[in-house]
């Protein structure tokens, strides 16, 4: 019988071992100015196992890093990816958002089409755009998994972006606080890029 | 406490350049860029600031001014922007914000356009180096040095100088001083090309302004911020062309205390 575990890479980047699978989310390998993981990147791109394909959330850089991606050793893998990711990425060979592949060589086009937005914020304003400790709680309330693994905590824009534009504490503790409160049956475990969890 | 050392940067096309570096704190790293008025006019503010908190304050004299010698090749406002990231490498640092104040700002956006991972940030303060139709920059070379302190300050009286009494050694300063802002800057003080290149750039930007500048007035300031997409402008009251020499409390604050602001009532 296949194993199903995750393995924490860095960010929302991590390999899912299901059903005999093995895929990618999320690939971030590289840093910009104003996109700094926070923590390690447990593996690098030649270091990946092989994949059966790639999911991708959406369009933004520090979710959708194909530039780097792209000197993945097998070209052909399927990238699974959001309707914006292919808005986003105009000349993309994205054939279709539900099974996007892409082609040899071409994989370093679509991540400077990446629009210029934080994760954590828009550019204008001070519109929060991603869910805080207690709205993941009461959404981890909903969903009642068993395990509950925190990521995207670690982020940082550097010194002054952390200060205009994320205004993030860093702190998986608040979120495990507040899932202990709304969550009870759900056991939420903090770990380290490069842990690998089995279920 | 700070110290002062002479560091060799090889430059691609360029070849060594020597560059002189006060290095003030330890901590958190800002390289902070002078403008025309020469590293005097940061100075004071880097101690300052490296005094108030944990800070490690990088002031280079651009090569050229202070009576430091100039590799001709040298010769661009992107030579010296190329020259500081060279720097930051060499110096190994990491989250490093880049604060300048006019041509030292140019210097910054500059830097900025190169997108090396180890600069995080940006503060433009009073900068110059775009063109803004009906805003022009004040023609410096065309000025009296009292003209010049006029436009500059809020207050001039405390800053005011007459270049005729300064002793001969200074004088020299001051004329190679004038020599290098013409060399990098030229007369315009701008780079046609340079605001629609501002528009890729993706770093967290706070642009601070004097409301009594008279070199670039404040809706130069606010369309340099316009230019950048992340851009956050904060006009600074009772301060001219150098708010970091008029009034550095204001200044630090601005910088420190930026997540407790409120920018769009700087906006508009």
Known sequence: M???????????????????????????????????????????????PRLDGVLIS??????????????????????????????????????????????????????????????????????????????????????????????????TKGFLGDRLITHSDKDPLHYQDAARDLAPETHVRIIEPGTRIEL | ??????????????????????????????????????????????????????????????????GTPRPEALNSIGGLAALYNALLSQFGLQDVTVIG???????????????????????????????????????FFSLTMDQVFQLSFHNPGPFRIDPATLPPAAQAIAAGNRAAISVYAGTAMADPTLVDRLGSLEIPTLVLWGSSDRIVDADYGRAYAAAIPMARFQLLPDTGHSPQLETPDQVIHAIWDSADTDFSAFAH
Not at chain 2, 38 to 53: K, L, N, R, Y
Not at chain 2, 120 to 135: C, F, N, W
Request: with cysteine.
């Open chain 1, 2 to 48: 296949s194993r199903t575990a995750v393995t924490r890479i860095t960010h929302s980047c991590h390999l899912i071992e299901i059903g005999g699978r093995t895929f990618l989310t999320d690939p971030w390998f590289s840093t910009r100015p104003g996109y700094y993981q926070g923590e390690p990147i447990a593996l690098s791109v030649a270091d990946l």
């Open chain 1, 58 to 155: 959406h369009e933004h850089y520090d979710h959708c890093d194909l530039e780097t991606f792209a000197s993945y050793r097998d070209q052909s893998v399927p990238l699974f990816v959001a309707e914006t990711v292919v808005e986003a990425a105009p000349g993309t060979r994205c054939s279709s958002p539900n099974s996007a592949r892409f082609l040899s060589g071409s994989a370093t086009s679509p991540s400077p089409s990446c629009p210029p937005t934080a994760c954590t914020s828009a550019p204008q304003g001070n519109m929060q755009v991603v869910m805080d400790a207690d709205e993941a709680a009461e959404l981890t309330a909903i969903l009642k998994p068993e395990l509950a693994i925190p990521h995207h905590y670690a982020f």
């Open chain 2, 1 to 66: 406490m700070n110290t002062t050392a002479i560091h060799t940067v090889d430059l691609t096309g360029i070849g060594s350049v020597e560059v002189t570096v006060a290095d003030y704190g330890s901590g958190q790293p800002f390289l902070l860029l002078h403008g025309g008025a020469g590293p005097q006019s940061v100075t004071g503010f880097a101690e300052q600031f490296a005094a108030a908190h944990d800070v490690r304050v990088l002031v280079p004299t651009h090569p050229g001014f202070g």
């Open chain 2, 101 to 139: 104040n006019s041509i030292g700002g140019w210097i910054t956006a500059e830097i900025a356009l190169l997108k090396s991972p180890r600069v995080s940030g940006i503060v433009l303060i009073d900068a110059v180096g775009i063109e803004v139709p009906g805003h022009p920059v004040a023609d």
